[in-house]
């Protein structure tokens, strides 16, 4: 799907476990410039339901299982999550929908820019306005 797609990281496994590292710039298209994390979601709650303008991050489940629903105004996608070693891309114009947490699911987030308010498109409406020009 544009601007969307699954990375698969190294996975180091050993007798101790496994270990995942991740170079900003060589394991991930982007500088990484922040990162956060989402813990402890309650079962049924649903998260997302935006869009970035220029933000290109990557979404990786450390933890549990995470659904993510990704769509643009042509194509919709729905991909689980439930692997350290594989990263969700997503870059700009691209609608996200987070739901089905699983217990104890931990959701990390490498982010190209700094966070900013200004970047989001939370309206629906407003998201198909702006992304109908670049997905004609
Ligand atoms: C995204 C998905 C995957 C900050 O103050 N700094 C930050 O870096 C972030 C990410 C959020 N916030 C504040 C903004 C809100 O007051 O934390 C609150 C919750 O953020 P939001 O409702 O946007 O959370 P999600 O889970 O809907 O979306 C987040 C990211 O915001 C978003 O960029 O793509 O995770």
Excluded at 65 to 70: D, G, P, Q, T
Aim: hydrophobic share 35%; with cysteine; proline share 4%.
């Amino acid at each position: 799907m544009y601007n969307c797609s699954l990375i698969k990281f190294k996975d180091i496994t050993d007798k101790y476990g496994h270990l995942t590292p991740i170079e900003s710039k060589i394991d991930t298209p982007f500088e990484v410039k922040r990162i956060y994390y989402i813990t402890r979601v309650k079962q049924g709650i649903t998260r997302g339901f935006h869009s970035h303008r220029k933000l290109h991050q990557v979404l990786i489940c450390l933890n549990g299982s995470i659904k993510i629903r990704v769509k643009n105004p042509k194509e919709e996608e729905v991909v689980e999550l439930n692997d350290p070693s594989i990263g969700l891309y997503i870059g700009p114009y691209v609608w996200r929908e987070m739901f089905d947490f699983s217990e104890e699911s931990v959701l990390l987030v490498l982010a190209s820019e700094y966070y900013d308010e200004n970047d989001y498109i939370r309206d629906y409406d407003l998201y198909l306005k702006e992304a109908i020009k670049i997905y004609r």
